[in-house]
């Protein structure tokens, strides 16, 4: 039956007619509205990592509702979910002094981070400091200017110009990040945007020294660094913001799907107390910048819930442990004639991408994959190249087998 709704990213053209349609979830699984069950290999789009159908989840958000369902916290007003959350997160964040900028979503929590960052240029005298720069490949949501410095062309291209003030650098290389500052000029340059992990643009994990050498460029030239950990964080990649891992302390950083396991929309922005120095000590600097649902409580109320689940189950060090193994469950495929590359063992996320030769004969390959891949009862995340893996952090040993062989029966056929 012809559909009213209209779905992000998908030619309506195809899918009008053709929608798949879930019912229900638990842990890794989900169910099609004919009872089919599906591994959800995928945690949906990168974000159910404490898996799905979690009653204490629902019941937080619940009760939260029946009490207060929203209200603003514009001005002096707050609720106990939204402060609770955002001190459980400074806490958490590998910086001093952290504050929390609440948001519905990533995309939002990158227009936060970068507006943010922009206004403390300002109010540290600074005005002209706006270029933005970010990498190749990179994925930073779809609101204005996470549409503006996308990474991925494709994403940023047929809209007309939506941010002029950025660059892109390429995603492997400290020198061309350092070049691309003194090419724009230090003195204009407001911050280096960046994923430990590129996730839709690939599954690129960044080359061994990259992370602390951009650190440390933007440092010299007095460049903030915002990390975006909208898919790395709340276990991703093993830590609560995914940077960790390099140990280093950016100036802002983005989250938003694990921190709510997706049960509910909510994301921000963790920033440095530095940073926020000046907003807390100087009147007259407010950020005129937010929405409605900032610091929702319902949304919020889901959160504190799902991060006690990640930390009663362990979930983070799950995570740790079973990246090896979905790397040695997914490398073999890369031995497969259609296979270029299979990227895994940072974090619980790969990739298998294909071969660029077969995309001449078969330009529909990657989601002609993903179908086969389906009907043997595994969801997978299609990218321009390649599938992208990335579990509930739940998954237990059999069922990571299970995603591979169900790549290796659809490579088959595909064939
Ligand atoms: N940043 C990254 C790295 C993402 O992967 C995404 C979404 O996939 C976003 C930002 C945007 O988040 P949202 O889709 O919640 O707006």
Same mark, same amino acid.
């Given at each position: 039956?012809?559909?009213?709704?209209?779905?992000?990213?998908?030619?309506?053209?195809?899918?009008?007619?053709?929608?798949?349609?879930?019912?229900?979830? !638990?842990?890794?699984?989900?169910?099609?509205? *004919?009872?089919?069950?599906?591994?959800?290999?995928? &945690?949906?789009?990168?974000? &159910?990592?404490?898996?799905?159908?979690?009653?204490?989840?629902?019941?937080?958000?619940?009760?939260?509702?029946?009490?207060?369902?929203?209200?603003?916290?514009? =001005?002096?007003?707050?609720?106990?979910?939204?402060?609770?959350?955002?001190?459980?997160? *400074?806490?958490?964040?590998?910086?001093?002094?952290?504050?929390?900028? /609440?948001?519905?979503?990533?995309?939002?929590?990158?227009?936060?981070?970068?507006?943010?960052?922009?206004?403390?240029?300002?109010?540290?005298?600074?005005?002209?400091?706006?270029?933005?720069?970010?990498?190749?490949?990179?994925?930073?949501?779809?609101?204005?200017?996470?549409?503006?410095?996308? =990474?991925?062309?494709?994403?940023?291209?047929?809209? =007309?110009?939506?941010?002029?003030?950025?660059?892109?650098?390429?995603?492997?290389?400290?020198?061309?990040?350092?070049?691309?500052?003194?090419?724009?000029?230090?003195?204009?340059?407001?911050?280096?945007?960046?994923?430990? #992990?590129?996730?839709?643009?690939?599954?690129? *994990?960044?080359?061994?020294?990259?992370?602390?050498?951009?650190?440390?460029?933007?440092?010299?030239? +007095?460049?903030?660094?915002?990390?975006?950990?909208?898919?790395?964080?709340?276990?991703?990649?093993?830590?609560?913001?995914?940077?960790?891992?390099? =140990? #280093?302390?950016?100036?802002?950083?983005?989250?938003?799907?694990?921190?709510?396991? +997706?049960?509910?929309?909510?994301?921000?922005?963790?920033?440095?107390?530095? #940073?926020?120095?000046?907003?807390? *000590?100087?009147?007259?600097?407010?950020?005129?910048?937010?929405?409605?649902?900032?610091?929702?409580?319902?949304?919020?109320?889901?959160?504190?819930?799902?991060?006690?689940?990640?930390?009663?189950?362990?979930?983070?060090?799950? +995570?740790?442990?079973?990246?090896?193994?979905?790397?040695?469950?997914?490398?073999?495929?890369?031995?497969?004639?259609?296979?270029?590359?299979?990227? &895994?063992?940072?974090?619980?996320?790969?990739?298998?991408?294909?071969?660029?030769? /077969?995309?001449?004969?078969?330009?529909?390959?990657?989601?002609?994959?993903?179908?086969?891949?389906?009907?043997?009862?595994?969801?997978?995340?299609?990218?321009?190249?390649?599938?992208?893996?990335?579990?509930?952090?739940?998954?237990?040993?059999?069922?990571?087998? !299970?995603?591979?062989?169900?790549?290796?029966? +659809?490579?088959?056929?595909? &064939?």
């Amino acid at each position: 039956m012809d559909t009213a709704l209209w779905h992000p990213f998908s030619d309506m053209a195809v899918v009008r007619e053709d929608e798949f349609v879930l019912e229900r979830g !638990e842990d890794v699984w989900v169910y099609d509205a *004919a009872g089919n069950r599906y591994l959800d290999a995928t &945690a949906s789009l990168w974000y &159910a990592n404490a898996g799905h159908g979690r009653a204490e989840i629902a019941d937080a958000a619940a009760e939260q509702m029946r009490k207060l369902a929203g209200y603003s916290i514009f =001005g002096d007003f707050t609720n106990e979910p939204a402060r609770a959350l955002a001190g459980r997160l *400074a806490g958490l964040a590998p910086m001093p002094d952290a504050k929390v900028f /609440l948001t519905a979503g990533g995309g939002e929590a990158i227009d936060s981070a970068v507006k943010i960052a922009r206004r403390y240029h300002v109010v540290q005298g600074q005005p002209e400091r706006v270029h933005v720069i970010s990498r190749t490949n990179s994925y930073h949501g779809t609101n204005g200017i996470g549409t503006g410095v996308a =990474g991925i062309e494709a994403n940023r291209t047929g809209f =007309g110009e939506i941010l002029p003030s950025s660059s892109r650098v390429a995603y492997d290389s400290v020198d061309a990040l350092r070049d691309e500052i003194r090419r724009v000029g230090p003195e204009r340059v407001a911050a280096f945007l960046f994923e430990p #992990v590129i996730g839709a643009g690939g599954v690129l *994990a960044p080359p061994e020294g990259y992370v602390q050498g951009v650190v440390d460029v933007c440092r010299e030239y +007095g460049v903030l660094v915002i990390a975006d950990a909208v898919i790395c964080g709340f276990g991703r990649l093993g830590t609560w913001f995914g940077v960790e891992r390099w =140990g #280093v302390e950016p100036d802002l950083i983005t989250f938003a799907k694990g921190v709510t396991s +997706g049960y509910l929309p909510l994301g921000g922005v963790v920033v440095h107390g530095r #940073v926020a120095e000046p907003f807390w *000590a100087r009147s007259g600097t407010t950020l005129r910048h937010g929405a409605t649902y900032s610091g929702h409580p319902a949304c919020c109320a889901a959160a504190l819930a799902n991060i006690d689940i990640l930390e009663r189950d362990n979930l983070l060090q799950r +995570g740790q442990l079973l990246e090896g193994e979905l790397a040695a469950a997914l490398q073999p495929l890369a031995a497969h004639p259609l296979v270029r590359e299979v990227r &895994a063992g940072v974090g619980l996320l790969a990739a298998v991408e294909l071969q660029p030769d /077969l995309f001449e004969r078969l330009p529909s390959a990657v989601a002609d994959l993903s179908l086969l891949i389906r009907q043997r009862g595994v969801l997978t995340r299609t990218l321009a190249k390649a599938l992208a893996v990335s579990p509930p952090l739940t998954i237990q040993r059999p069922e990571i087998n !299970e995603i591979a062989q169900a790549f290796a029966a +659809g490579l088959d056929e595909l &064939a």
